[in-house]
T-cell receptor
């Protein structure tokens, strides 16, 4: 059974139209991560939540926001998508990251296209 | 220079061949991950290791902390092994953050 679930698998939106991507987990993990992966590039961490604490990467554009209403769900909001935001968006979870023996578990990703 | 370098970037092998993918990193780490990503798909965690060697089926991962180097080996390769293999490290002091290599694209042909 999938433990990190991302919806939808494919999302198409219009230039400038807000879009929300969803991630849920059944692992009860403390930490949830959002990564952006552009074609042929390595995933890039956008931000992560450690429980309710939000941690933004310094170079994540303001256009990207996140919400974590409870342990199981985390959302990625793109307020005004541009053509450069077309990418695969990956969600991952991990247990207490202070324990380096805890792996990250990844979802299947949402591929976002901008028209 | 990237903190995590992988080689080769692209690899083509015939079915049955023994495959090695290398990863070198330049920072102190608490753990190293080997990840697999099929075309258009999500990421699957293959191994997480901080020392020594791990084996799972036809996959073997080794790490040499002193040399800051890890290898992923695939024995008796099969076309279904075709994917991008990504090395990612968790640096010391940044417990949450993974730094990714750019991946090795493997194509196994019949």
């Amino acid at each position: 059974d999938a433990m990190v679930i991302q919806n939808p698998r494919y999302q198409v939106t219009q230039f400038g139209k807000p879009v929300t991507l969803s991630c849920s987990q059944t692992l009860n993990h403390n930490v949830m991560y959002w990564y952006q992966q552009k074609s042929s590039q390595a995933p890039k961490l956008l931000f992560h939540y450690y429980d309710k604490d939000f941690n933004n990467e310094a170079d994540t554009p303001d256009n990207f926001q996140s919400r974590r209403p409870n342990t199981s769900f985390c959302f990625l909001d793109i307020r005004s998508p541009g053509l450069g935001d077309a990418a695969m968006y990956l969600c991952a979870t991990s247990r207490d990251p202070s324990n380096s023996n805890q792996p990250q578990h990844f979802g299947d990703g949402t591929r976002l296209s901008i028209l | 220079k990237n903190e995590v370098e992988q080689s080769p970037q692209n690899l083509t092998a015939q079915e049955g061949e023994f495959i090695t993918i290398n990863c070198s990193y330049s920072v102190g780490i608490s753990a190293l991950h080997w990840l697999q990503q099929h075309p258009g798909g999500g990421i699957v965690s293959l191994f997480m290791l901080s020392s020594g060697k791990k084996k799972h089926g036809r996959l073997i991962a080794t790490i040499n902390i002193q040399e800051k180097h890890s290898s992923l080996h695939i024995t008796a390769s099969h076309p279904r092994d075709s994917a991008v293999y990504i090395c990612a490290v968790r640096s010391n002091g940044t417990a949450s953050k993974l730094t990714f290599g750019t991946g090795t694209r493997l194509q196994v042909t019949l």
